[in-house]
């Protein structure tokens, strides 16, 4: 993956993605107006105590777009490149999953610009746990609900959760599990969180499958992204048969024309921290990566990866976006003209904020659900979203990322004019 592409606004590609569908629809101008912003940018410095004693500055954001459908909800993502255009962008497309696949959650996200990977396990623990108390009542179980994204896991929502329930008072504490989603299990998370992006990701693609008359038993896949979403949906598209042919990941990337055991990959990752070197694989490049003829492409790394530049390489049938943001505007562009189809990322990759809404639940009610409840309540979720935005797209004669945006919109719009603007 190359970084050139860091120089592109996120945020931009989301208005011209907003104002596409805006303009299809004849969104109301008011309600367009105010969706175009973003609600409250918080922008956090902070110091920590690092192992060798010295003390560093930290920045950390929240942003959050809306709230007009339920509390503000999304991720934290701790990465070099995170800055407030990214985290704005990153918000707002959480705004219209929600809308998409109809949970009450606004869209809301977070992150910390620096890099993960040359820390130690108690440094992260206190970078986190300082950006919590930093972030203070900003977030909240029924205001602003975080959850992982871009190297933040379970483990880090913990400390959150800690962080986050020593500074209420006592009596409100057992009342406040749900400020945070995606926890471990054992602290109130729910079963399947850890899988449900990758699994959302793999019910659109049988959707998909399905309608072209395509078996997914033998058929090909590559993968961009080898982490929470990539390796999961690599896994449950492999219990269907399906064939593993190149993977991309921050530490280069690897290709085996007969097939790449995913489960086995996953350990190997575990193991080594990255997809370089797998025995079962010969290396090859990024280039040679994106232009793999396989059937299906599943970017689940970062945005701006499918541009003006890398579309025309493709040749794939399907897109299926596990990534926010994989592709800008202009490879959009390109995808459309080649027959490429692209399940796009506000639909694709729902699945986990919809168990993120299931482990919400569960905490609120006290409830605890076991793994075929939630898998059976996602796959409605997904399989009558996919319909939706498929649906849309008929009515509209349009692309499906527009027909996203669509969906999402007429349900905001709808909200807006019953409830009126105050005052
Ligand atoms: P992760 O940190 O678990 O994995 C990220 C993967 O991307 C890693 O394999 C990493 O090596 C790879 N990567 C990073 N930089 C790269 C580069 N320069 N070239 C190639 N690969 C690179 O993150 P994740 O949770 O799997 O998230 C991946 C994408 O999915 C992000 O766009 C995220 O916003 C999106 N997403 C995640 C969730 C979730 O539940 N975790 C939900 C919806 C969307």
Not at 80 to 94: F, G, H, N, S, Y
Request: aromatic content about 8%; glycine content about 10%.
């Amino acid at each position: 993956m190359r970084d050139a592409h860091r120089k592109t606004s996120v945020y931009e590609n989301v208005g011209k993605q907003f104002n596409k569908a805006a303009d299809l629809m004849r969104l109301d101008p008011h309600i367009r107006r105010i969706l175009s912003k973003t609600t409250n940018e918080i922008s956090v410095n902070f110091p920590v105590k690092m192992d060798d004693g010295r003390i560093k500055m930290f920045t950390g954001y929240r942003v959050q777009h809306n709230d007009t459908l339920g509390p503000y909800k999304g991720g934290l993502r701790y990465h070099p490149a995170v800055d407030i255009d990214e985290v704005r962008a990153l918000a707002t497309w959480m705004t219209w999953k929600s809308g998409i696949v109809d949970i009450p959650f606004g869209g809301a996200k977070g992150g910390i610009q620096f890099d993960p990977c040359v820390c130690s396990s108690s440094e992260l623990e206190r970078i986190t746990r300082r950006f919590t108390f930093a972030l203070g009542c900003n977030i909240g179980p029924e205001y602003d609900i975080p959850a992982p994204d871009v190297n933040t896991n379970a483990q880090i929502m913990a400390w959150i959760l800690d962080t986050y329930l020593s500074t209420q008072p006592p009596h409100t504490r057992q009342a406040n599990r749900h400020v945070v989603t995606g926890k471990p299990v054992e602290a109130g998370g729910s079963l399947g969180r850890d899988k449900a992006t990758g699994q959302g990701v793999v019910f659109t693609i049988e959707e998909w499958a399905k309608e072209k008359g395509l078996n997914l038993d033998g058929a090909t896949y590559t993968v961009q992204g080898f982490g929470n979403v990539g390796s999961w949906a690599s896994r449950l598209l492999k219990a269907h048969g399906a064939k593993l042919i190149a993977v991309e990941d921050a530490t280069g990337a690897i290709a085996n024309e007969k097939g790449i055991d995913a489960d086995d990959l996953t350990n190997y990752v575990a193991k080594t921290g990255g997809v370089k070197g797998y025995p079962g694989a010969k290396e090859t490049d990024h280039k040679t990566l994106l232009s793999t003829k396989a059937d299906i492409f599943i970017p689940a790394a970062l945005e701006n990866q499918i541009t003006a530049e890398t579309a025309p390489l493709l040749q794939v049938r399907l897109v299926a976006e596990g990534a926010n943001g994989p592709t800008d505007p202009a490879g959009d562009d390109i995808l459309n003209k080649k027959g490429i189809d692209i399940l796009p990322d506000i639909l694709c990759n729902a699945g986990g904020v919809i168990v993120s809404y299931f482990e919400w639940l569960q905490n609120k009610r006290s409830e605890f659900w076991d793994l075929g409840e939630v898998d059976s309540k996602l796959y409605k979720k997904m399989v009558s979203a996919y319909a939706r935005v498929r649906d849309t797209a008929k009515e509209f004669n349009t692309d499906w990322r527009t027909a996203a945006y669509i969906v999402a919109l007429r349900r905001l719009e709808k909200v807006y004019k019953e409830r009126g603007i105050f005052p």
